[in-house]
């Protein structure tokens, strides 16, 4: 009786387990993806593929008539006529490989995730409480496809650029996809380990400095889409000046303050520091509740991208220390999601 009472809590504890091991890996394609999406961001390649086509997209052109082809609808829109006007064959396969990849990874953390999910519900092993949350961040992850494209169609027509507001969107729902599989695989590593285990809760404490970290990823994409990045090259200071010179009324408080280049570079780089303290804070909490690897991994994470943002000011935005930015802007939200739950589970 002992041997079999054994044998069924190790059966009962296999799923939650393995669940959220499936759940880890779906977090590292989306943090994959993130990059790419900053490489494609960077080498102003979103636009390059003018057409959603979610199935037959995944082949991208394989003759020379079809890739002319996809030129010539690139051609017909405004990024190409007034910036890329007579741009080669080659240059525009090599913009169009980075959009089609980021697509395809796209498509790939689709099949990953809708697949696992329909087995393990056909096999009746997920733990109660957690089908709606898999549910939800299916659904949400096939949102943010369409979201890609509400992104992408902003700049076909009229605009050289995609909207500052909905790349901001965009970005940030992956962001927030990656820490609910972070969120929902720790809480099922804690039920794996014990059936009594409850879902961990949000702290205040902890909310606070995810909100803060929120309005900074904000501004980080905001900055991105504005291209505001350029508009300094020294730090601290703003070309010699601590509030930069140049910033202009946009007609409200709000346009102004998320749509003036200048401004949105200035409060990216000043809010840092105060997102940099609260999340060490919650680095400091966690550790007081006996979880010293999201502590660490907080402290580590933050540390890093402080020191990676002012390498890509001075450096002039070059691509490599941009991209890891952007990277670690992604590994920031998955550590403070780890020192959230850290400080808000229950045994």
């Not at 240059?91 to 990953?112: N, S």
């Not at 809708?114 to 109660?128: G, S, T």
């Not at 050289?160 to 970005?171: E, G, I, M, P």
């Not at 609260?278 to 402080?306: D, E, F, H, Y």
């Amino acid at each position: 009786m002992i041997a079999a009472a054994s044998a069924f809590r190790s059966s009962a504890a296999i799923a939650p387990r393995a669940i959220a091991r499936w759940l880890l890996a779906v977090a590292a394609l989306v943090f994959c993806m993130v990059v790419v999406g900053g490489i494609t961001r960077l080498t102003e390649s979103g636009l390059s593929i003018t057409q959603w086509k979610p199935i037959t997209g995944a082949i991208p052109p394989l003759t020379h008539d079809q890739w002319m082809e996809a030129f010539r609808l690139y051609q017909q829109i405004p990024e190409y006529q007034q910036i890329n006007r007579g741009m080669t064959l080659g240059d525009f396969q090599f913009i169009f490989f980075w959009e089609w990849a980021h697509r395809l990874l796209g498509r790939l953390i689709g099949v990953a995730f809708a697949l696992p999910l329909i087995w393990f519900a056909w096999k009746r092993v997920i733990p109660a409480g957690y089908g709606w949350r898999l549910t939800a961040l299916l659904a949400l992850g096939g949102l943010q496809g369409a979201i890609g494209w509400w992104m992408v169609k902003s700049g076909l027509s009229v605009r050289t650029d995609v909207s500052h507001y909905r790349l901001a969107v965009h970005l940030l729902t992956a962001l927030f996809i990656i820490g609910g599989l972070i969120w929902t695989a720790l809480d099922l590593l804690m039920l794996a380990r014990s059936r009594a285990a409850r879902p961990a809760r949000m702290r205040p404490f902890a909310l606070a400095a995810l909100l803060v970290l929120f309005v900074q990823l904000l501004f980080g994409a905001f900055t991105a889409g504005l291209d505001a990045g350029y508009v300094s090259s020294t730090w601290p200071l703003m070309n010699d000046h601590l509030v930069p010179e140049g910033i202009s009324w946009w007609g409200s408080l709000w346009a102004t303050v998320s749509s003036d280049p200048y401004l949105v570079h200035f409060i990216h780089r000043w809010w840092a520091w105060v997102a940099a303290a609260l999340l060490m804070l919650l680095a400091r909490r966690a550790k007081k509740a006996g979880q010293r690897g999201p502590s660490i991994a907080i402290n580590a994470t933050v540390g890093t991208q402080v020191l990676l943002g002012i390498a890509t000011v001075i450096s002039g935005i070059a691509l490599p220390l941009a991209v890891l930015h952007q990277a670690v802007g992604a590994l920031v939200v998955a550590s403070a999601t780890w020192g959230a739950h850290a400080i808000g589970r229950r045994a």
